[in-house]
């Protein structure tokens, strides 16, 4: 997940349309669409970057690693976590285990 989907999740998990968190931020609306594109915060000014850590109640570190971990996409993890909740408990105890396996063997 890069910075900007990241950003996107936190503004949807507060409930907020991306024109109420541009108020909030006091940020223009059209200049946080312009910010939230693919790519697009890097060259965002640091001032505006800076409001909207502030509003989510992020640190900058936060948002820079960001870009450093990749997720699966959200439909992703909502299918896997969808998936697992419909397994009886002893199941659910064999697939996290499995992934754990996984982990040790990716690299």
Do not use: H, W
Not at 74 to 95: G, R, V
Request: aromatic share 8%.
């Amino acid at each position: 997940m890069g910075r900007e989907e990241y950003i996107k999740e936190l503004i949807d998990k507060r409930g907020l349309t991306i024109k109420d968190f541009s108020k909030q931020a006091n940020i223009p609306y059209t200049t946080l669409l312009s910010m939230l594109k693919d790519g697009a915060l890097g060259g965002s000014s640091v001032d505006n970057v800076i409001k909207v850590c502030k509003t989510l109640e992020i640190t900058i570190e936060e948002l820079e690693n960001q870009s450093k971990v990749k997720y699966k996409t959200s439909k992703e993890l909502k299918e896997i976590n969808f998936i697992f909740s419909k397994l009886k408990p002893k199941f659910q105890t064999y697939a996290l285990s499995q992934l754990k396996g996984l982990l040790e063997i990716q690299d």
